[in-house]
């Protein structure tokens, strides 16, 4: 009987070698491919909301780390175990949209940054963060950029997406003609200067 026990644990252990220890071929990358610091800093955000799971700083300061590490899953985790207490703080729906435009889907982050929008618009102290000037203004440019790809398969037509998105953040956009050649933009008309009359017709 003792003999056959010791047989089973060997078993067991040789059976976690084999399942746990990596491949000669396997390579193992980092989740979270950033500095050893801004990982550190991570581990300490995750213990404070862990300790405090409403706490909304923390949690805004993890989503961006998470996006900056290309992690836009992470990003909507985080803010959504928070969303629920702070649905009029116009921050979390800004990184929301953010981290579902890093996803390539549209549609959501064009709705998380239209509700941002609404909320910075709002201004109201006493629901979310106060909503500055320069916030005001990235979240136009957002909103306005995700409008022109919200009806797009980000990831079908990536192309489209591009040109859609190129034209909503340059003031003036040149469009390319047939033959694939930028047009020349025409310079901008002085003030005060006269419109030219049409050519005679013939």
């Known amino acids: 009987m003792r003999v056959t026990r010791i047989l089973d644990l060997i ?19 980092a989740a979270l491919k950033l ?7 991570v581990a300490e955000l995750q213990a404070r909301l862990v300790a405090q799971p409403d706490a909304v700083e923390p949690a805004i300061e ?33 990184l929301r949209a953010i981290a579902y435009a890093d996803r390539f889907e549209s549609a959501p982050a064009f709705e998380a940054a239209s509700r ?3 909320l910075c618009e709002q201004g109201d102290p006493e629901v979310g963060h106060p909503c500055s000037d320069a916030d005001r203004g990235r979240l136009h440019l957002l909103n306005s950029t995700l409008h022109s790809v919200a ?17 909503s953040l340059h003031p003036v956009f ?29």
Not at 35 to 41: D, G, I, K
Not at 65 to 93: C, K, M, N, Q
Not at 151 to 162: E, F, Q, S, T, Y
Request: charged content about 25%.
């Open 62 to 94: 993890l989503a961006n780390i998470y996006l900056d590490g290309h992690r836009p899953d992470w990003a909507l985790a985080t803010v959504g175990s928070i969303l629920p207490a702070h649905e009029g703080d116009f921050r979390l729906h800004h």
């Open 35 to 41: 500095p050893a610091e801004r990982r550190e800093r």
């Open 174 to 202: 040149v469009p390319r003609n047939k033959t694939g050649t930028q047009v020349k933009a025409r310079p901008p008309t002085p003030p005060g200067t006269p419109t030219p009359a049409p050519p005679p017709a013939k």
């Open 11 to 29: 078993v067991i252990v040789l059976l976690g070698v084999v399942l746990l220890m990596p491949r000669p071929d396997v390579t193992v990358k």
């Open 116 to 118: 941002a929008l609404l």
């Open 151 to 167: 009806g797009i398969d980000m990831r079908k037509n990536p192309v489209l997406a591009k040109e859609r998105i190129m034209e």
